[in-house]
């Protein structure tokens, strides 16, 4: 399968734990993004990379959130201190430079308790 | 401020009707505006996407139909199937520089059901 892969597919978490999910973008797509999905709402922008440089952070990502791509190939995102609102489905998608086409994974569903 | 409104938030129709889906958008600079299709369980896939220099475009049973001087656009399902079923999503982005889009706007998300 070449599409945009992510792990874990779910994470249950106890408030304050960290936790890092873990997105494989298609291969030789320069763009990765971040997007989070609550329960009945459009997924909403996070971060996004172009090859390993984080070029936008949305005043979503408290500091508690962090992101990386090294290498510019997969990328990691990281909560720190977890609390009971950062449940969610945390979405990877990539796309080329040039392309206007988002491809999206799966997506980790988040549970802090 | 959300960026682009969606309606109906639910829509049930039957076998062989059409289902529309309407949003509307408040960011001029939008250039770029994809529907996308979501499942339970999996994330959105592309369904079809339109730019702002064309009113209507069409890909088999799906229709998008754009009005730039109202800043809105429709999602049209013809003779809608039960596999249909799935929350619709539309979505906006702009242009930066080197003419590529990037980051999506999304609205709310439609749970359309198409009973048999």
């Known amino acids: 399968d070449t599409g945009v892969s992510q792990n874990p597919r779910h994470k249950i978490t106890k408030r304050g734990q960290n936790v890092t999910f873990r997105c494989d973008p298609i291969?030789?797509?320069?763009?990765l993004y971040w997007y989070r999905q609550t329960l009945g709402q459009g997924p909403e922008f996070l971060t996004y990379?172009?090859?390993?440089?984080?070029?936008?952070k949305s005043r979503l990502l408290s500091d508690r959130f962090s992101a990386e791509r090294p290498k510019g190939s997969f990328s990691t995102l990281e909560i720190q201190r977890t609390e009971q609102g950062d449940s969610a489905m945390y979405l990877c998608?990539?796309?080329?430079?040039?392309?206007?086409?988002?491809?999206f994974g799966q997506g980790t569903r988040l549970t802090v308790v | 401020q959300q960026q682009v409104k969606q309606s109906p938030q639910s829509l049930i129709v039957q076998k062989g009707g059409i289902s529309i889906i309407n949003c509307a958008y408040e960011?001029?600079?939008?250039?770029?505006f994809p529907w996308y299709q979501q499942f339970p369980g999996k994330g959105p896939a592309l369904l079809i996407a339109?730019?702002?220099?064309?009113s209507e475009k069409k890909e088999g049973r799906f229709t998008i139909s754009f009005n730039k001087s109202a800043k809105q656009f429709s999602l049209h399902i013809m003779d809608s199937q039960p596999g249909d079923s799935a929350t619709y999503f539309c979505?906006?982005?702009?242009?930066?520089?080197?003419?590529?889009?990037?980051?999506?706007?999304f609205g709310k998300g439609t749970l359309l059901t198409v009973n048999p």
């Open positions: 339109i730019r702002p220099d064309v």
């Open positions: 960011n001029t600079a939008f250039d770029y």
């Open positions: 291969s030789e797509h320069n763009r």
């Open positions: 979505a906006a982005s702009m242009s930066v520089s080197g003419g590529s889009n990037y980051k999506l706007t």
């Open positions: 998608a990539s796309s080329y430079f040039r392309g206007t086409e988002a491809f």
């Open positions: 990379f172009q090859n390993e440089a984080q070029l936008e």
